[in-house]
Every structure is written in C-alpha cells, then in structure tokens.
C-alpha cells in the first residue's frame, strides 16, 4: 500500500500542474480525494493490514492526504490570482490618456518672503516672528504711542471686545509687526538685529492699492554706536540684492512716534534708473519705506538702557513691494483664488 499511496501522491501533482481552469481543478479533487475516490479506495483496505502495519500506513495516508488537500487549496487560489489579473488586464484600456495630477506652488507673498528672509540673514539678521492678535500695551504704549497719542488715528484699528490683562489693555489685531521689537528686546536684551515678517490688519478702504490685511517686514538693530549711516548701507545693499540690479537710496523727513529722528527711505526707480518715468512721476525716486532711531521710550519698554545702546528700525509693506517687484498693477489680485493669476509665479 505504501507503494499505492506514493504513486497516487506524484499522479496527482503531475496533473495539478496541467490543470488550467478551476472546473477541471474540482473534478480532479473529486477523483482522487473525493468520498469515492482514489484514495478513500487505498484505504479502505487497511483493515486487511496487521495491527503494525496499519499505524505505519495509517500515519502515511493522513500525512499523503493533508498534502494533497494543501496543493490543491494552493492551485485554487493560484487559478483565483490568474483569472484576477486577466479580468483586471481586460477592463483596462491602455489607450486612454493618464490622469494628470496637478501640484501647488508657493504663493508670490511668500516667495518675495523668502528671498527677503535669505538676504537678511546673509547680512547677520535673525527672523522673529509674533502674535497677530496683540495686546494694546505692546501694539500701541509699549511702541511711544499711548491712548491720548494722535498717532493713534493713523492707524484705524480692528479692536476684539476682550481685555489682555489689566497691564496690557485690550486686545487687537496687530497694526504693524512692530510690537516684535519690544518682545524681542524683552526676550534678548541687547545687542540684537532681528527682521520681523508677517500680517497685519487695518480698517483700510479696499482699492487698487490698500487692503484690510497686508504683510509687513520690520527690521531692529540694537548695538552700541549705532547711526543712520549703517542703516543706509544695509537697505541699500538689501534692494540691490533683492532686485539684482545696483539700486541707491535716500532719506526724507518723516514722522513715527516709535523714531526719532523719523525718516522716509526712497530707492532709485528701476524702470528709469534715475532719469525720470510716469512710474516715479518724473523724480527718480520711488517712496519704499519709514524708519530712523530708536525712540528711548521704546528702548526703555524693552528694558535696553538708552544711554549705552541706540537703534534703528524700519518697517515696510512686503505686499507693495511684492506690486513693484512683480509690476502688479492691483494689490487685490494677491488675494485672490484666481488660479490663472497665481500660476504665473
């Protein structure tokens, strides 16, 4: 029997691997394992066998048995596996054009952000960053312009019906990111060169050139011995990075309760370089930013004593210069979902 058993096994396999679809796997399994097959046929004559010899063959018969059920339960799912793939390989048409996937890119704002933050922080500059909802105390007292100030009325102002504290006053969303400079003097003390990039919120009329939320960039270098001078030769060799062309500037009078002196920083037109064009109004220059040192009110605010450091600081609109360096003509198509307009950057 024990020849019987090991020439039914190898009978099977060899016609396992013939078989090709799963009717003909089935009628095979029927022949051989089935109540009146083959192998129930072998066995039915163990009773004829002695009592030794029926553990031996028993033993076999099982272990002949488990196999055979195995390697047909490995054939099914095999034919299973085949017909899939076909059925998959039917159903698709390989002429059909793929499906494109469209990938996103960085908004101009911060493109402009980025390259500002990479040239700053090639001349020593680090970048801090703050809240957009601030207190009154650091948006406004900490910055020389207390509630009585008439410069308040520059700046019409988002108010949120909740105090900050009874130190602080209420809470607002931030003008300038100028409140940065007293956070950052408080954190760090003196000597410092920071730049601040981010939003800012004012109750402006919409039109070609203002929004209610805008960014800004605010810049503060604390040091001993510090003048205008130095200021004047960082912007300038800030824009002349930036638009990669030599770019000059210059100051104007100009009035910031945080400065004093205040000044107005202008920069050569670049469309002219200088001579005169309908951009610039024929004068050569284009109005960029306001500055000048440190007012000792706000050096005192951030606990630096003002008679052993001085400072200057500068703020200007990150989105107006994102209007000059892209030539757009409407600062409201920065603010827009208009996929056609964003995608040219």
Partial sequence: MKEQLLKLKNEVIEKLS?????????????????????????????????EEEKKIIGALSNETKQYLEQKFEEKLNELKNKKLDQDLKESIDYTLPGKKYEFGHLHPITILQQRVETIFSQMGFSVMDGPEIESEWYNFEGLNIPSTHPARDMQDTFFIDQEADDKHGNLVLRTHTSPVQVRTMLKYGAPLRVIVPGRVFRNEATDARHEHTFDQVEGLCVDENISLSHLKGVMQEFLTRLFEKEVKVRFRPGFFPFVEPGLELDFS???????????????????FMGAG?????????????????????????????????????DIRHLMTPNLQFLKQF
């Fill in 269 to 287: 037109c670049l469309l002219c370089a200088g001579k005169g064009c309908k951009v610039c109004k024929n004068i050569g220059w284009l109005e």
């Fill in 18 to 50: 013939k078989i090709s679809n799963e009717n003909d796997l089935r009628e095979l399994e029927i022949k051989y394992l089935g109540r009146k097959g083959e192998l129930t046929t072998i066995l039915r004559e163990l009773k004829n066998l002695s």
């Fill in 293 to 329: 040192m440190v007012h000792e009110n706000v050096l005192k605010a951030g606990k630096i004593d003002p008679k052993k450091y001085q400072g200057w600081a500068f703020g200007f609109g990150l989105t107006r210069l994102a209007l000059m360096r892209y030539e757009i003509d």
